[in-house]
């Protein structure tokens, strides 16, 4: 069964860093681009950031850039988000999510989404 | 950077179709998903590439190179809110409209 495991949320003060952890299973990981997305309390999704398969590239909403980075760990299987400089608008449940195409370079559909780790950033 | 639009709420009777439509600058040039999220759980990819379907989605979501998801023979399960999803490759970012909440009445 193709899965997708986040974990690293928690209460964090403002200008604080965490770091999110995305554990994927049922899938070949090093073959695909996947994605971070964030959905603030009661609001709609926001894309944050996605890395392709390789490793090789990666992207940021304008929101995040400077401050968020992705990365992945194809020999565990694992997705990061090392998230710095906190905000209160940072709070959210954060989502990762498995591009639908094999070494595709990121333009695709989500097709498997984990049932999200939530940050609250909050003094 | 890139805008999509979503009309806000979408209400439509058990039985009868809902249309639910997704604007931006030459939309139709993207490739476009769709999404369906209920209450507490995480999204489902329910469209792709504009009109491609999952497995297991049902014959009843249909999709146009318009920028427009198609609910028919709604039912009471298909309450959710609907978002829609493309690449804007001017900005290389990721960009989802605003979402659009189905009520079956």
């Known amino acids: 069964e193709l899965q997708l495991l986040e974990s690293g949320g928690g209460v964090v003060q403002p200008g604080g860093s965490l770091r999110l952890s995305c554990a994927a299973s049922?899938?070949?990981?090093?073959?695909?681009?996947m994605s971070w997305v964030r959905q603030a309390p009661g609001k709609g999704l926001e894309w944050v950031s996605a890395?392709?398969?390789?490793?090789?590239?990666?992207y940021y909403a304008d929101s995040v850039k400077g401050r968020f980075t992705i990365s992945r760990e194809d020999s565990s299987n694992t997705l990061y988000l090392q998230i710095n400089s906190l905000r209160a608008e940072d709070t959210a449940i954060y989502y990762c999510?498995?591009?639908?195409?094999?070494?595709?370079?990121?333009?695709?559909?989500?097709?498997?989404w984990g049932q999200g780790t939530v940050v609250t950033v909050s003094s | 950077s890139y805008v999509l639009t979503q009309p806000p709420s979408v209400s439509v009777a058990p039985g009868q179709t809902a249309r639910i439509t997704c604007g931006g600058f030459?939309?139709?040039?993207?490739?476009l998903h769709w999404y369906q999220q209920k209450p507490g759980q995480a999204p489902v990819l329910v469209l792709y590439?504009?009109?491609?379907?999952p497995s297991g989605i049902p014959e009843r979501f249909s999709g146009s190179n318009s920028g427009t998801l198609t609910i028919s023979r709604v039912e009471a399960g298909d309450e959710a809110d609907y978002y829609c999803?493309?690449?804007?490759?001017?900005?290389?970012?990721?960009?989802f409209g605003p979402g659009t909440k189905v009520t079956v009445l």
């Open positions: 999510a498995k591009h639908h195409y094999e070494t595709s370079e990121g333009a695709d559909a989500f097709d498997i």
């Open positions: 049922g899938f070949t990981f090093s073959r695909y681009s």
């Open positions: 890395i392709t398969g390789s490793g090789g590239s990666t």
């Open positions: 030459n939309v139709g040039t993207k490739s």
């Open positions: 590439d504009d009109t491609g379907r």
């Open positions: 999803h493309v690449w804007d490759s001017a900005s290389d970012q990721g960009v």
